[in-house]
């Protein structure tokens, strides 16, 4: 009979081992959520210190605004749809401002990521200071480059659509590296064996294997940008928030109207998502199947 002695030791040390590993993690993990707990309660007290109602002792009032407006709506209801045709122009301006942000920065953002993939770079030590690049285009808020845009260039949609179009640019170059990633080699060789330039290459061996997921996250982004175009509405960007903050600046007597572009928002971004969530199913469940039946 086989003497089992050795690989008995063997399996408990290798159970040991991994009960340790166990443990230490879980010991990180408990210090991590007290660490977290920590860093919200402070936090928490830090804003309320200096809010200048106290957060604690507003709270109880948080839904008298939602209710004025709510309230006021429900009287004039039969203004609504006048309501919703006068802002229905700058809900058109506040999506034209996203789709020509999503359009500029996607493009770049894909130019950008074919430079900064590692295997398809054609300049490699680019790749590094590129990167950064991307990271800080990502990092910096839209409002804070529109703000200064607008101080530069005045109010309108312009700022608006630089400001985003450059986070598009820093978020989409970023997935669209790594989609570049997972794109096979071999289709490259080939081209490479028959002469093929750097741009061929790409164009037609990287681009038409990864085409669904560039789509996919694009439509995603643009679901974005389009509360992002509404914010910057706001800080005087124009387009649909723009109107928001006029008549919620008001107050009382134009609650109303707020909620009219509260309701077209709402619509808005539900559609687009509705619609975006389809074409991205088809986009990438349909191009596998394809492939699976030809």
Do not use: C
């Amino acid at each position: 009979m086989a003497d089992l002695t050795g690989t008995q030791g063997a399996t408990d040390e290798i159970r040991a081992q991994y009960l340790a590993h166990a443990r230490s993690k879980r010991v990180m993990n408990l210090i991590l959520i007290l660490l977290f707990v920590a860093m919200l309660g402070a936090g928490f007290v830090t804003a309320d210190d200096r809010n200048a109602g106290g957060f604690f002792e507003g709270l109880p009032n948080i839904l008298d605004f939602p209710a004025d407006v709510l309230s006021e709506a429900y009287e004039r209801g039969h203004l609504l749809p006048g309501y919703l045709v006068k802002y229905f122009p700058s809900l058109i301006e506040t999506v034209n401002i996203a789709a020509v942000a999503t359009l500029i920065g996607g493009l770049i953002g894909l130019m950008v990521s074919l430079l900064v993939t590692r295997g398809l770079a054609p300049v490699p030590f680019l790749i590094g200071p590129l990167r950064r690049v991307l990271d800080i285009l990502r990092a910096i808020p839209e409002i804070v480059v529109a703000l200064v845009l607008i101080y530069l260039l005045g109010g309108g949609p312009i700022p608006a659509m630089i400001a985003i179009a450059l986070h598009t640019v820093g978020a989409l170059g970023k997935l669209f590296s790594e989609v570049n990633e997972n794109a096979s080699l071999k289709p490259l060789e080939g081209l490479e064996s028959v002469g093929a330039t750097w741009p061929q290459r790409m164009w037609l061996g990287v681009i038409p294997q990864v085409a669904p997921n560039y789509l996919s996250y694009a439509l995603l982004r643009f679901e974005i940008n389009i509360r992002a175009s509404a914010i910057l509405g706001f800080v005087g960007a124009g387009g649909i928030g723009y109107d928001l903050r006029n008549t919620m600046t008001w107050g009382q007597g134009k609650f109303d109207e707020a909620a009219a572009i509260f309701l077209l928002l709402f619509l808005t971004i539900v559609a687009v998502d509705q619609l975006s969530s389809v074409v991205r199913n088809r986009l990438t469940h349909g191009a596998k199947l394809q492939e699976v039946h030809p």
